[in-house]
């Protein structure tokens, strides 16, 4: 059973590394470990908070969600343009974790793998922030400029997130940026973009796992997790795209090579 206290706890969590580089399941699965929470009914919890995260996303973006619904009925080219997009990332992620999913709980789902994604994901951070620093990567395009092709490199890309803590925002986001997006344009797709990722899987969650959830976590717990996911993200989400403006991504990079060395050394992921 979790309790509201560490419901709220862990919808903190959420919010604030959900759209950050450095994987909210992996900091989620590692928080549970050191709070002693065990079963399928919490690893169906820290996913289904996750739609309080996507409510920040619908609030601040809602111009461009707007205009997707426009487009879909046909009133809004660019709208309905950037929906196909998300639509052709969301495909290659959507059926992997189909196929995938049984497994990817049943053995990704635990400290060590974390650890290990954790790490690698935070080299390839820190070379890649200083490759595109020598290389004057920046440019001016906009969400508009996308075309198909990016849109499936991001999407392949993404795929690389079902392995728990290497992070869906860092491999968009990366992904965004290698494509010629500057970073804040790719932090706004990848943000997006989890409006389909985080929605369906959360919906898949509740379908498979609901029953349990409800029998083993209370009312309460769900609702002050969910709510205290949707608050911080949207705080989260403003921070973040500021601070990469001007920072980057290495110190990102930097943080989860020493979240990794931390619970390797202590041996808290045991």
């Known amino acids: 059973m979790i309790h509201p206290l560490q419901a709220v706890f ?49 609030t601040l973006y809602r111009r461009s969600v707007g205009a997707m619904a426009r487009g879909l009925a046909g009133r809004d080219p660019a709208g309905r343009a950037l929906a196909r ?25 635990n400290a060590w793998p974390v650890v290990a994604a954790l790490a690698a994901g935070g080299v390839v951070m820190i070379v890649m922030d200083r490759w595109w620093a020598v290389k004057g990567r920046a440019t001016g395009r906009s969400l508009a400029s996308l075309t198909l092709r990016d849109a499936l490199v991001i999407g392949c890309a993404q795929c690389l997130a079902l392995w728990p803590g290497t ?6 986001l990366v ?35 609901g029953a349990m959830l409800l029998r083993d976590v209370s009312v309460l717990s769900l609702a002050v997790g969910f709510s ?17 403006a001007r920072r980057g991504l290495a110190p990102f ?18």
């Open 10 to 58: 862990l919808g903190i969590l959420e919010g604030l590394t959900e759209f950050l580089p450095v994987s909210s399941t992996g900091h989620l699965i590692l928080a549970a470990h050191l709070l002693g929470l065990e079963g399928d009914a919490v690893k169906t919890f820290e996913v289904v908070i996750q739609a309080g995260a996507l409510g920040a996303v619908l």
């Open 167 to 172: 992070s869906r925002a860092m491999v968009t």
């Open 175 to 209: 992904a965004g940026m290698a494509v010629g997006l500057p970073a804040p344009v790719a932090a706004e797709y990848s943000f997006l973009l989890a409006l389909p990722t985080l929605g369906v899987a959360t919906v898949f969650d509740v379908v498979t796992g």
């Open 228 to 244: 205290a996911a949707a608050v911080v993200a949207a705080l989260a989400v403003r921070g973040f795209v500021r601070y990469l």
């Open 85 to 109: 997009h998300l639509a052709v990332s969301f495909l290659p992620v959507g059926m992997a974790g189909l196929l995938l999913h049984q497994a990817i709980k049943a053995h990704l789902f």
């Open 253 to 270: 990079g930097w943080y989860r090579l020493a979240l990794a060395a931390a619970v390797w050394l202590t041996g808290a992921a045991s």
